[in-house]
């Protein structure tokens, strides 16, 4: 079965430093979304991506956050310069249609900041 | 309440028994997706129920829609040990991609 692909599995980072956390997408999806989990926490939306912007984002997602599909199969989120509170399990999903029949998510990158 | 909150918040069953979780959200939906996850792991995706669908199954899963209600319930049928995991509904509006999660139910099946 297809699946949407994330890495790292698990980043360890410096407050302030640059993340760039990969995706990659199924291939005949044209949907791509951001999520993030903080520990104990709801799955929060952060964005969306269709033919090459950004089709909604949410108030989580400032300036120090960015998305971008370099290529045609890789998906990423960029964290400008983090934060503590950036800690979180991030999760990239994916799906064919706007009118979904179902998403599919990734494992998850599990981003800590020190 | 929030968008998309899970009733109980924790259910423990023995294996073999039926799970009732329950959905409950504030405004209009363009469908309703399940999920599972397991402790520190990533979403599977259940099961997908459009607004104007009352009822769907997969499997030993069996959701539900009452859109008058704005509710909805999964049910797991002859649970086993392995169907321990957190269970989240998830809801979305009339922006079809922006899903907002509940808290979930933590489901534990005693084997």
């Known amino acids: 079965e297809p699946e949407v692909t994330q890495t790292p599995s698990h980043q360890v980072t410096q407050m302030g430093q640059e993340v760039i956390l990969r995706c990659v997408p199924i291939?005949?999806?044209?949907?791509f979304y951001w999520y993030r989990q903080i520990l104990g926490q709801k799955v929060e939306f952060l964005v969306s991506?269709?033919?090459?912007?950004?089709?909604?984002k949410s108030e989580i997602f400032d300036d120090q956050f960015s998305v971008e599909r370099p290529d045609g199969s890789n998906f990423t989120l960029k964290i400008r310069s983090t934060k503590l509170e950036d800690s979180a399990m991030y999760f990239c999903?994916?799906?064919?249609?706007?009118?979904?029949?179902?998403?599919?998510f990734g494992s998850g990158t599990r981003l800590t900041v020190v | 309440s929030q968008q998309g909150e899970e009733d109980p918040q924790a259910l423990s069953i023995q294996e073999g028994e039926n799970a009732t979780m329950n959905c409950s959200y504030k405004?209009?939906?363009?469908?309703l997706q399940w999920y599972r996850q397991n402790s520190g792991r990533g979403l599977v995706h259940l099961i997908l129920i459009r607004s104007n669908e009352r009822e769907k199954h997969s499997g030993r899963l069996r959701v539900t829609l009452d859109t008058s209600k704005k509710s909805s319930s999964l049910l797991i049928t002859a649970s086993r040990a392995a169907d321990t995991a957190s269970y989240f509904c998830a809801t979305d509006g009339t922006n079809a991609g922006k899903s907002t999660f509940g808290d979930g139910t933590t489901l534990t099946v005693k084997p």
């Open positions: 405004t209009s939906i363009n469908n």
């Open positions: 291939s005949n999806h044209l949907y």
């Open positions: 999903a994916s799906s064919e249609l706007k009118v979904v029949t179902g998403y599919t």
């Open positions: 991506f269709y033919n090459n912007e950004i089709s909604e």
